[in-house]
């Protein structure tokens, strides 16, 4: 049956390129889309590709929002009502997964936990700056380049720090922390970096945050404490309950916002894997210098490049109000799910060298 579908897939893959070819861009979206959700479900019944099913799943939404918009504007209500409650959804599955126990045992060590806070608040944040002066964005896309620098990691680090051989006690812990001091750091960044070019709130942001990331992590880390492995059917379907709400948040956002991607998106697509990219080589040896492992440097180096997409986009919408800010965070957060996926498929096949820096090493 999934060689049925790798096979239908190949024949949708070629019917799109072909109408591409032909001229026909605008008609490729039924192809498109039909061709991406065939490789997620021949994804899903693949062991070595099973963990991109989910990847794949993103890009057919994201392509029939782009295709589709009219889909998922207008439900008898603005589907932008249900933004914000779907980043909640997605925060409360985050807590969900965390532990507290966890997060304190790491911290009794907490040199790992404390440098990556430092790079995780600032290589990104400057990083962005210099990209978006690069590309010469106009005010309000440049602060979105900076909003999603400024944003701490996001669940997604722990999972490709799992994959990469990492230090996951490490990146659950950077995660939690960078998350609960992100009410007061990320408002201060923003302050700090885009504060000429837009009117940046400082209060309304720290408010924003407390209660679309910290009210629904903390109602998860509830649950988790007094229910996980007690309910078993829990256990399964929160994880499935997060992953629709970040399918559907992603594609209402996209789709409300679909035309102005169209002007800025190939532009913001470069930046947002040159800001990327940077996380990465700028977190990895930047840990190395400073004297951690080569597993704690992979950690902070996936904690570093990858951010809270969803933080991002919830605060350019609410506490911007800025429908362009919300672009670099939306087109982050795609690229950064491909990248990451690489980056850490790349680091499984290749063994920690050691639990300390060598004082050669390249």
Partial sequence: MYIVFLALAAVLCITTVVMIGLGHVARAGVPLTGALVLLALYALGTVKLRGMSFTFWVFAFLAAAMYFP????NWGFNTQKLVIPLIQLIMFGMGTKMSLADFMKEFRRPKGILIGTVLVFTLMPIAGVAVAKAFGFEPEVAAGVILIGSCPGGVASNVMTYLANGNVALSVSLTTFATL???VITPLLMKIFAGKLLNIEFLP??????????LPIAAG?????????RKKWLDRILPYLSMIAILFFVTIVVAHYRDRLLVVGLALIGASIIHNFLGYILGYWASRAIGLSERDSRTISIEV???N???????????LKSPDASLAPIIFGKWMNISGSALANYWRQKPVRDEEPEKNSP
């Fill in 205 to 214: 942001m720290m408010v924003s945050i407390f209660n679309m990331i910290i």
């Fill in 181 to 183: 001091i992100s009410p």
């Fill in 70 to 73: 009219w889909l998922f504007i």
């Fill in 305 to 307: 490049g990858l951010k």
């Fill in 309 to 319: 997409g969803g933080m991002g986009m919830g605060l350019a919408l609410t506490a």
């Fill in 221 to 229: 880390l509830i649950v988790n404490k007094l229910l996980r492995g």
